[in-house]
């Protein structure tokens, strides 16, 4: 079952989207290759931690030592990580909330039952939109903070290669895989920060992605 991008995607075309193998199986794939990612990306974090480790003994005094900058650079995508783990918990509180009462309740006839039914409606989907305006503020939090991270990681890169490239000829294969390492995984916190962005985009809608085609 394919889904098109649409500027007005109906209540109907959402449920059928959620009830669909296929989509459902591919959301499932996207999650698990993002789990193992993270998992990759802090064991990459760990190699070049020992590897600095390393390059800081071997050089001169005289020059602050890189690796405690790259330690403290590590604990903030932990913590990146530790709070994107949080959000993806809203979001499927947000989808199941949404699935399985707003869209039951909204397909309805709002003008059909009694007062007090109808303001039961009025504030359930009050409570919805309180939930989801928390979730925006957070993801945005979530998003300011990746960024961050990337622009700290980018001048780490930076000034690595730029003392690399002033180091003894003795070390310099070992100085330019290290850099390569570096590049890798500044490309992959990018890559996360980029969705975290995305993520934080969707969080701004009152309707789950889907909504948007």
């Known amino acids: 079952m394919s889904f098109k991008s649409k500027a007005n995607l109906s209540y109907s075309d959402a449920v059928r989207a959620f009830n669909d193998e296929t989509f459902i199986s591919n959301l499932n794939d996207a999650c698990r290759h993002l789990a193992r990612s993270s998992v990759k990306l802090i064991q990459a974090f760990d190699t070049i931690s020992d590897e600095l480790n390393t ?11 890189m690796r405690p900058l790259w330690l403290s650079i590590q604990q903030d995508f932990k913590d990146v990580i530790r709070q994107h783990q949080t959000s993806a918990g809203l979001i499927s509180g947000r989808l199941k909330m949404f699935y399985g009462l707003i869209l039951p309740m909204v397909t309805r006839d709002v003008h059909k039952g ?53 180091g003894e000829k003795s070390g310099q294969t070992e100085l330019q895989d290290l850099t ?7 490309g992959a916190v ?16 009152s309707l789950p992605p889907i909504y948007l085609g």
């Not at 390059?55 to 030592?65: L, W």
Request: glycine residues 0%; hydrophobic residues 30%; proline residues 3%.
């Open 190 to 205: 990018k890559q996360y920060e980029i969705l975290l962005r995305v993520e934080s985009y969707f969080a701004n809608q």
């Open 55 to 65: 390059v800081d003994i071997r050089k001169y005094k005289s020059t602050p030592p």
């Open 180 to 186: 390569h390492k570096l590049s890798h995984v500044e």
């Open 114 to 166: 009694s007062p007090r039914s109808h303001n039961e409606k009025i504030h359930v989907l009050k409570s919805y939109m309180n939930i989801s305006s928390d979730h925006v503020t957070f993801t945005h939090n979530l998003a300011t903070t990746a960024l961050k991270l990337t622009r700290n990681l980018n001048t780490f890169h930076t000034e690595f290669a730029k003392m690399s490239s002033q």
